[in-house]
């Protein structure tokens, strides 16, 4: 049944955006991507590795079944050409025969006769050896025929089978090259949990003593205009939020990391005073910003500080300069809101 013309037309679109999702996924920089991002291209090339998985099974068979034709047709040249191979040993020995033994001697045999019985035996004779002569060469032919006709068929059958080859070579080369991008992904997935796991377990473990420094040093209690606060703040630094503020894999990721090069410069997120700059274990090189009303921000992993304890800072104004300080994922800052020393989403502060 005939595929209607507009849905050969959407179902070419389709593959057309799926290969583009996939070779962008196999593209994907993992160092920098998102969880959702690394997710999204796991999905996308676990869907191409599997197409293509059936794609290079089905130009297997059909090879399989391409070379079963060519053999079969080879089979049937060789019995073809055994048979004109006999057929030729015929005519030449009947042409060594008639060198040997003329048929012109053979029929004069008697001297001449008058006799008409004889005469018509001799014609008869005559007859017989040209029509067995006629016989052996109408064969000939026919083998020489059928010999041509099938060796063009077996050489035809011998390129599709070739072509069915290079078809299947083509879809396999594809396969592992999909199954190495997938693998990538995967093992970058993989780097990726371990790394979050290593830093969460890091940070949660100084939490105790951040949540302490935060409490002591915070310029008032949680109240008053707190909720005017704990917003219009801008984003931190330029980059690609690498992750969410939320539970990964059974723990809390305390705020959101922000990816960019080592030495990216960092900003105030919100005007305040500099409570905390220096080193906390799992969290590198921070800073914490007291912004009144209990409301603070934190920024770690820097790979230099530029500020200090005490200090009045601006929003917009550079604290420090990105790194890889502490138990990182890679090039980032770790970027916490917290409301009373306890965690907040960053999202519901940032512009």
Known sequence: MA????????????????????????????????????????????????????????????????EAEFEQANARLEQTKATLDKTMDLVVDHAVHEYISPRSEALEV?????????????????????????????????????????????????DKAAAKRAETESALASLERDRAANARLLAAAEARKRDVLRESAAQAAADAKLTAIINARSSATVGGDSGARSSGCIWPARGTATSEFGYRWGRLHAGIDIANSIGTPIWASKSGTVIFAGQQS?????????HGGGF??????????????????????????????????????????????TPRNPRGCLS
Request: no cysteine.
């Open 110 to 158: 008697g001297g001449d006769t008058t006799d008409l019985a004889v005469n018509a035996r001799r014609a008869a004779l005559l007859d017989s050896v040209n029509a067995s002569t006629a016989d052996v060469l109408d064969r000939l032919n026919a083998a020489r025929e059928d010999f041509d006709v099938q060796t063009k068929a077996a050489k035809a059958l011998r």
């Open 3 to 66: 595929t209607p013309a507009g849905a050969a037309s959407e179902e070419q679109q389709r593959a057309a955006v799926r290969a583009r999702q996939a070779q962008l996924a196999a593209k994907l920089k993992t160092e920098t991507a998102t969880q959702a991002q690394l997710d999204a291209a796991q999905r996308v090339l676990d869907e191409k590795v599997a197409r293509q998985s059936r794609l290079t099974a089905a130009a297997r068979q059909a090879a399989a079944a391409a």
């Open 296 to 341: 603070t921000t934190l920024y770690g992993h820097m790979s230099r500080l530029g500020t200090s304890q005490g200090a009045r800072v601006s929003q917009g104004q550079t604290i420090g300069a990105m790194g890889n300080t502490g138990h990182s994922t890679g090039p980032h800052v770790h970027f916490e809101t917290r409301y009373g020393g």
């Open 282 to 290: 799992g969290y590198g090189n921070v800073v914490i910003i007291d």
